[in-house]
């Protein structure tokens, strides 16, 4: 569904296109390692000082070699990926499930997976721009909406999370997730389960076996437990009991942390690990996985970032997959909730919004909300 170079009339916007979005072009992906170039070699907002250099080493197809040398200017680090990246698409606008590039080229939107209610959705557009006439500010002042929506919010979730803190994006939620956890248990340790991606800040890189084993490696203080999958994993569907089963391997590296001298201070896991490859755990793990770590003095985080709102079927939240009477201590939700907008949220207990409070040391977030009780 690429625009065809070649078209009169085309070749030009592609050009242009490319001239906006060729830093990309060095950092692709898509299995095509021989068109990419050590991202080292790209800065953000600084010149490129030839090309050739950049790409040492590097065979770059011939049209691509042509304009990268009369290209010059960097303004996006190719850290930055692309999908596409040996013809990009630019995106115009979206409606609905849609989204169209510059030629008018009409796209069912597959990937971009935020956009819950679909682009654009008028009710989204009408509220944003309603409430952009009257006022944008920050949390020091009452105001009716934020305690709606964590009303709204809470008639969603277990009794027991009833306290809301909101934030801009999925990561800032979590590492909130992880100052809760270590506030409210005096603990400093977390495990994970094998895949996880919880975010891009470096508290959560640590905690992303997804990310940390291409850079620094693992830390001291995280410990990995097998992903739940009872397809390809240790137990499968011909266990007996795969939740009992993966959930002793959730104590059995408790255990052997503890033996290390480590105190845990939370479980972390999305409710139903995506970026993991979409593994549905097996019902009753979740239960038994958060009795260990309670055990542990630690506390259950389920990451909803990603898989909240109602994108499991007929839960809104995936974690109650695991039956109406699981409650995790803390939930985070990202992405969906604002529709694409900066966004998110944590919701927690009583007991750890106060022993966070106890510190003394205020939360306060510029573009989104303090914590609101309802
Ligand atoms: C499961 C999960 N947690 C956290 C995050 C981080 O969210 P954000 O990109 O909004 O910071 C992501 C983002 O992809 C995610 O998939």
């Known amino acids: 569904m690429a625009a065809d170079p070649d078209s009169h009339g085309k070749a030009a916007t592609l050009a242009r296109r ?65 999908f596409f990246p040996e013809d990009p698409i630019k995106i115009v606008r979206g409606q609905g499930q849609y989204m169209y590039d510059e030629q008018g080229a009409e796209y069912i939107d597959c990937i971009n997976n935020v956009a819950h209610v679909g682009h654009c959705h008028p009710l989204v557009v009408q509220a944003a721009h309603e409430q952009n006439q009257v006022l944008n500010t920050n949390s ?95 137990y499968r569907e011909d266990h007996p009991n795969p939740a009992e089963a993966y959930a002793s391997e959730v104590k059995r590296v408790v255990s052997s942390a503890q033996e290390q001298g480590r105190q845990i201070a939370a479980f972390f896991a999305e409710s139903l690990p995506s970026v993991g490859g979409q593994i549905i755990p097996p019902a009753g793990y979740f239960p038994a996985v958060a009795e260990h770590i309670r055990k542990a003095g630690g506390v259950f985080v389920a990451d909803e970032i990603q898989v909240g709102f109602g994108r499991v079927g007929k839960h809104f939240w995936a974690f109650q997959l695991q039956g109406e009477d699981f409650v995790p201590d803390i939930v985070t939700m990202g992405k969906s909730i604002g529709n694409g907008h900066p966004v998110a949220c944590v919701a927690t207990t009583q007991a750890v919004a106060r022993a966070f409070e106890a510190t003394g040391v205020e939360y306060f977030n510029t573009v989104s909300e303090g914590s609101r009780e309802h």
């Open 140 to 234: 020091r002042y009452l105001h009716d909406n934020i305690v709606d929506f964590a009303q709204r919010l809470s008639e969603t979730l277990p009794e027991k999370l009833c306290v809301f803190y909101f934030l801009n994006s999925g990561s800032e939620a979590n590492d909130l997730a992880l100052r809760l956890a270590r506030q409210y248990t005096g603990h400093w340790d977390v495990v994970v389960l094998d895949h996880a991606y919880h975010g891009h800040l470096s508290s959560l890189i640590d905690i992303s076996p997804y990310k940390f084993r291409d850079l620094d490696g693992q830390k001291e203080w995280v410990h990995v437990a097998p992903l739940p999958d009872t397809y390809r994993g240790l």
């Open 18 to 82: 490319r001239r906006l979005l060729s830093p990309h072009l060095c950092g692709g992906t898509g299995g095509r390692e021989a068109t990419r170039c050590p991202s080292s070699s790209f800065r953000p907002f600084q010149k490129l000082e030839g090309v050739g250099e950049a790409c040492d080493g590097w065979t770059l197809p011939s049209g691509l070699q042509t304009w990268l040398s009369t290209f010059f200017a960097c303004l996006h680090s190719s850290s930055c990926r692309l």
